[in-house]
């Protein structure tokens, strides 16, 4: 009876499941029709879109038109992306379904269900497309009203030159004004009865260069000699008195300090410089009212006499009501200067006869910059990829320059720069007018949020990160970007100028906005809300949660910046259901302590940014499932032990960043992430967690990594082999491998040395970094990383001799902390070597010594902590008297010798050095050896800029080169 019982409901449940597959692939057909359909509708619409985009500035109908096909669009996307990431969970639903033990008649009872809730989703998901397929058809009936043309939008990169950026910091024209500047800063108060603080403005239009001149005039040698503090503020617009004073403090003290109100603030400011001679700049200035500035005034006024405060503002009324001392006009460039400062970014690498072909046209356009650097640089860059007269000619005749609604002077050379890029490059730029102005953005960082929003496309031969490095170069190129800065992890910092900043938000003002506190900065109405696709919120340590933030529920970028954890945790969840098209979502340096669950219902979730969360305890599991996830950063979040058990679902992650977080171990399956190109650890397992965590021959899998990886606690490693498996010398995008040998163990597990020779890497490696090794020999492959840059080997144990590192041609800087009692010539590679190509070879019959080079590339050198180093020795004591064409660090600026107790004197290579810096700190015998005006021989080191000895610094000028 149970039987036929069994047998009935089974014979149901398979003809139901079978009709459900029936209705299931019609479905599917009929989507990927309408889909179909839509692509050709945006097609024909896409045909007059550059044509549509330009009329747009002066016809505010199309503008209309154009927001409401920019609506459809973003609806059109998320739509698409809703259909492709519910057949890819579907069939990663399967896949792990199939693996699972299971009876017969749970599995059909399964398989129903699963194939009910799949039919119903993918019903649900066809309606919408219907439904924006109906509006779409619609906006693409209204575009014959317009008359559109056919404007055929630039497809094609512009052509790049072979350095990624032209050097445009010099200044032309501005010297006068520099040398009057400063002489304002340096000249004697005491002509100005009682007065410690005088204020000196810089009051000019936009785009002249008031920024530029202000850093000359800080950054100046006799400047940084004569204040005691210099602080350097950015204001801009809306001004915030607490915010300026809380920046004023962080740049003295190097740290954001905790109070809140304006009053102890400025206390803090006035003890932080009393009796010492300061120079503020308060770059970028609007607010005018005095009541506002009168506090922080007051706050600055016991400083020492000689102090001074560098205003840039716009506006005159600024200069008066800072009751400044003096006060510079900035007037435009010259025709020439102005010419100088366009030629030399269009003509860069162009030959004389191409410089002389466009100059006639060049000086013409020049001529429509009305003496604004700014404008003279940005269409220097336009003009650098234009190779014909023609294309000269069509950007001197362009319509733009024409354009009378847009703000006068700067906008039309932006706009034809503008217009002059392919799309996608021009959604990059207008992207980062979601940040405020003056806002530091870092390279790496831009480029992964480009490619969250799906502005990146890869190509067989250039992944998407390569594309967004180059259409940054580009936007680097034009001017748009600017005040760059290399930082040490090789990624690049940067600002947009206020004007071109102005220009992304004329370009992007109905679709990105900024909440502080419960104010937003202009009033929105509930349309806006609907539009509005990016924000950046800062929830202050007194503020009450915005809650305008629900109304805008298609967001697509969310950034918060929160410095309460109640005022942001407890809405958080309610934010995670409301903003359900999230593509990007950045916490970073928030205090929260907990994510909730329904972070994982984010299906468009793209950009996931945790990072210097330092009270963030734990991340969901459910994290797991956000199948689109591209890029997750737990940079600093120290509390975070470990990673979701179950990761391995996030088959699109690409970027993976866990550096100085508290995660013990990486998930097993982390070896299926095969997208992954960034993993910054990779931490081998002790025996706690051994069951769930990875092993290091995973790592063998991901095949794609670049940039930098450390391997931490290889002390862990129980087999050799899982080294041997990891390959990393196949991971030949790597250029930074850092291998510390730490860990729980307490006993070696394995040979350190076949460990370490198993870690070898790519021959192209530029740094590399080898802690805690205990082995007695360094690997054999490390003379073979010729490209090295950085090299780090410190707190290893004692090797009987070094490898003749002045051998590596590239090597730039040098850091050496093993137990040895004597540093011996032979890391130089002066010896003879096979084949007679490097070091010092005989040639020829009489046996003479070959012309030879050591560290030829060396700057910085670093012998640290060495407590055994007793003796140095210089090049006499091996090979006789030096030899005219031996050329021993002939690069080296900067010397480091610290810890060596025991070690007596600098050998004589190092002396001769070109040093500009020397730190000689914990070494006794060597502080007294060299010590200032007393030490038998600080005549062979006074000649050094600036020496450092048991952390106490001297100064001299700079010797004549």
């Not at 500047?181 to 410690?196: H, Y």
């Not at 716009?314 to 366009?342: I, P």
Request: a negative charge; aromatic letters at 8%.
């Amino acid at each position: 009876m149970a039987d036929a019982l069994v047998s009935t409901i089974l014979e149901q449940i398979m003809t139901t499941a079978r009709l459900q597959v029936e209705h299931e692939v019609k479905l599917v057909v009929g989507v990927e029709k309408e889909i179909e359909h839509l692509k050709n509708n945006f097609q024909a619409i896409r045909d007059v879109l550059e044509d549509a985009e330009r009329k747009q500035l002066k016809d505010a109908a199309v503008k209309n038109w154009l927001n409401n096909l920019k609506d459809v669009s973003y609806d059109m996307d998320d739509v698409l992306d809703e259909w492709s990431t519910a057949v890819l969970k579907w069939e990663m639903e399967e896949a792990e379904n199939a693996l699972a033990p299971k009876s017969v008649v749970s599995s059909f009872l399964r398989s129903y269900c699963f194939c009910f809730r799949r039919v119903a989703r993918r019903h649900e998901i066809a309606c919408k497309i219907v439904e924006v397929g109906q509006k779409l058809e619609d906006i693409a009936k209204q575009k014959a009203v317009f008359g559109f043309e056919l404007h055929k939008a630039i497809e094609k990169e512009p052509d790049r030159q072979t350095t990624s950026f032209v050097d445009v910091s010099r200044v032309h024209g501005r010297e006068d004004e520099k040398k009057n500047v400063i002489s304002k800063l340096l000249c004697d108060s005491s002509t100005q009865e009682g007065r410690k603080v005088q204020v000196i403005s810089i009051v000019g239009m936009g785009g002249l260069g008031k920024t530029t001149l202000a850093q000359l005039a800080y950054n100046a040698d006799e400047i940084k000699t004569y204040f005691e503090k210099r602080i350097w503020v950015c204001v801009s617009h809306p001004f915030d008195e607490n915010t300026v004073a809380k920046a004023i403090i962080e740049d003295l003290s190097g740290a954001a300090p905790n109070l809140v109100e304006l009053e102890p603030l400025c206390k803090r400011i006035s003890e932080s410089i009393e009796g010492k001679k300061f120079l503020l700049v308060l770059d970028d200035v609007w607010e005018d009212n005095p009541r506002k500035w009168e506090p922080l005034k007051e706050s600055l006024e016991c400083g020492a006499p000689g102090s001074r405060i560098l205003v840039t503002t716009r506006k005159d009324t600024v200069a008066k009501m800072m009751e400044s001392d003096y006060s510079l006009l900035l007037g435009k460039l010259t025709d020439e200067e102005c010419w100088s400062v366009f030629s030399q970014v269009a003509f860069y690498g162009r030959s004389q006869d191409a410089c002389e072909m466009f100059t006639e046209i060049g000086r013409q356009i020049v001529d429509r910059c009305k003496g604004l650097p700014l404008a003279a640089k940005i269409l220097g860059g336009l003009m650098q990829s234009k190779t014909t007269t023609e294309e000269w000619d069509n950007i001197l005749s362009n319509e733009l320059w024409e354009i009378e609604e847009v703000e006068k002077g700067i906008f039309p050379p932006l706009l034809l720069s503008y217009y002059d890029l392919p799309v996608a490059i021009r959604s990059c730029f207008t992207y980062c007018a979601m940040f405020p102005k003056d806002h530091v953005m870092e390279r790496g960082k831009l480029i992964k949020m480009w490619m969250a929003q799906g502005y990146l496309k890869a190509s067989p031969s250039k992944e998407m990160e390569l594309v967004g490095e180059g259409y940054f170069e580009i936007l680097a190129t034009r001017a748009f970007f600017q005040d760059f800065q290399e930082t040490d992890e090789d990624s690049i910092k940067f600002k947009m100028h206020d004007i071109v900043h102005d220009f992304a938000q004329f370009l992007m003002k109905d679709e990105c906005f900024t909440v502080e506190t419960d104010v937003l900065k202009r009033q929105k109405t509930g349309s806006f809300y609907e539009r509005a696709r990016h924000a950046i919120m800062t929830v202050s340590n007194w503020a009450r949660f915005p809650q305008s933030i629900y109304k805008a529920g298609k967001l697509r970028s969310l950034l918060i910046r929160s410095f309460n954890d109640t005022a942001i945790s407890q809405p958080l969840l309610e934010l995670l259901r409301k903003l359900t098209y999230l593509r990007l979502f950045d916490l970073s340096v928030s205090q929260i302590e907990e994510i909730p669950s329904d972070v994982g219902k984010l299906l468009h979730l793209r950009y996931l940014d945790f990072s210097y969360c330092k009270w963030l305890k734990e991340l969901p599991e459910t994290i797991s499932d956000l199948y689109n996830l591209q890029s997750l950063d737990l940079t600093w979040c120290v509390a975070v032990k470990k990673l979701p058990q179950k990761m391995r679902k996030l088959i699109r992650l690409r970027h993976l960043e866990i550096f100085g977080s508290g995660v013990a171990f990486l998930p097993r399956g982390i070896e299926e992430l095969t997208s992954l190109r960034t993993l910054t650890n990779f931490i081998v397992s002790g025996r706690r967690g051994r069951s769930a965590a990875a092993n290091l021959g995973e790592v063998g899998n991901l095949s794609h990594l670049r940039g930098t990886l450390w391997i931490e606690k290889l002390l862990n490693v129980r087999d050799v082999n899982e080294a041997v498996k990891a390959e990393i010398k196949k991971k030949k995008y790597l250029i930074g491998l850092y291998l510390l040998f730490n860990g729980d163990e307490t006993e070696l597990r394995v040979d350190q040395n076949a460990l370490i020779e198993a870690l070898q890497p790519p021959s192209n490696l530029q740094v590399l970094c080898i802690s805690e090794f205990r082995g007695t020999l360094l690997p054999n492959w490390i003379m073979s990383l010729t490209k090295l840059r950085g090299l780090d080997i410190s707190h290893c144990g004692s090797f009987e001799v070094l490898p003749p590192f002045g051998r590596l041609p590239y090597l730039e800087k040098l850091k050496i902390g093993v137990k040895t009692r004597k540093l011996d010539v032979g890391f130089l590679g002066l010896g003879p070597v096979n084949n007679g190509s490097e070091g010092i070879s005989k040639n020829g019959e009489n046996g003479e010594m070959a012309p030879v080079s050591a560290f030829p590339k060396l700057i910085e050198l670093s012998i640290w902590k060495m407590e055994e180093l007793e003796g140095w020795d210089g090049i006499g004591t091996s090979l006789g008297e030096k030899d005219t064409r031996t050329a021993i660090m002939p690069q080296l600026r900067e010397l480091e010798v610290k810890g060596c107790t025991k070690l007596k004197a600098l050998p004589d290579y190092v002396l001769t050095a070109p040093l500009l810096e020397l730190r000689i700190n914990e070494c006794p015998l060597l502080s007294e050896r060299y010590e200032e005006e007393k030490g038998e021989d600080w005549n062979k080191i006074s000649h050094i800029s600036e020496i450092e000895i048991n952390y106490q610094r001297s100064k001299r000028p700079p010797r004549n080169s």
